[in-house]
């Protein structure tokens, strides 16, 4: 049996990552999410468990402590991090996960797992990423604008990714990760 894939979706603040992930797991089976870990409080309609583990900073500082995550970060003033014995558990049975993180956690996780298939999500302009932002209602002038300055040293770090696809249309950035999943799961399965 064929090790899993592991890939790795960021982008900037506002760009759809989330968007895209469950509209692809919509109608796509051939990968699995894998849940990250967060500091920061749940928005709107985000379930513990399911869209990230909304845990304390201390529980989070314990988990690091005893290297319980493959990658972690403080972004926009609060603690991510991607639970390790997860991934690890899914590849080994062949399992496909994939990870929604920042660039900063991107970096940590090549040092890892260099050959995981790394995916730049771009938004159309800055422009229309600050729309985005506002659309989403979720942040106050001072974060969104924080938000804007670190999405334009993320947007630094596309050269770093083996694949872009920017979000322009929803069904269209949903097919290109499709069909880049797909052609790798083709490619590690010939080999």
Same mark, same amino acid.
């Given at each position: 049996?064929?090790?899993?894939?592991?890939?790795?979706?960021?982008?900037?603040?506002?760009?759809? #990552?989330?968007?895209?992930?469950?509209?692809?797991?919509?109608?796509?089976?051939?990968?699995?999410?894998?849940?990250?870990?967060?500091?920061?409080?749940?928005?709107?309609?985000?379930?513990?468990?399911?869209?990230?583990?909304?845990?304390?900073?201390?529980?989070?500082?314990?988990?690091?402590?005893?290297?319980?995550? +493959?990658?972690?970060?403080?972004?926009?003033?609060?603690?991510?991090?991607?639970?390790?014995?997860?991934?690890?558990?899914?590849?080994?049975?062949?399992?496909? +996960?994939?990870?929604? !993180?920042?660039?900063?956690?991107?970096?940590?996780?090549?040092? #890892?797992?260099?050959?995981?298939?790394?995916?730049?999500?771009?938004?159309?302009?800055?422009?229309?990423?600050?729309?985005?932002?506002?659309?989403?209602?979720?942040?106050?002038?001072?974060?969104?604008? !924080?938000?804007?300055?670190?999405?334009?040293?993320?947007?630094?770090?596309?050269?770093?990714?083996?694949?872009?696809?920017?979000?322009?249309?929803?069904?269209?950035?949903?097919?290109? +990760? #499709? #069909?880049?999943?797909?052609?790798?799961?083709?490619?590690?399965?010939?080999?």
């Amino acid at each position: 049996m064929n090790r899993g894939i592991l890939f790795v979706l960021s982008g900037p603040s506002g760009v759809g #990552k989330n968007t895209v992930l469950d509209e692809l797991f919509e109608n796509f089976s051939g990968v699995s999410y894998s849940v990250s870990a967060t500091t920061r409080q749940a928005r709107n309609g985000e379930i513990d468990g399911e869209d990230y583990f909304f845990i304390s900073e201390q529980k989070f500082k314990e988990i690091e402590a005893n290297n319980g995550f +493959i990658e972690s970060a403080k972004v926009h003033g609060h603690c991510y991090g991607t639970p390790k014995k997860f991934v690890d558990e899914r590849l080994a049975k062949g399992e496909d +996960i994939i990870l929604e !993180i920042d660039t900063q956690g991107a970096k940590q996780v090549r040092k #890892k797992y260099p050959e995981a298939v790394y995916i730049f999500l771009l938004p159309p302009s800055l422009k229309e990423l600050e729309n985005r932002l506002d659309k989403r209602g979720s942040e106050d002038a001072k974060t969104k604008n !924080i938000r804007l300055h670190n999405a334009r040293q993320e947007l630094k770090e596309v050269h770093n990714y083996d694949y872009e696809v920017v979000n322009d249309s929803l069904a269209e950035a949903v097919r290109k +990760i #499709k #069909k880049i999943i797909v052609a790798e799961q083709e490619r590690r399965d010939q080999e």
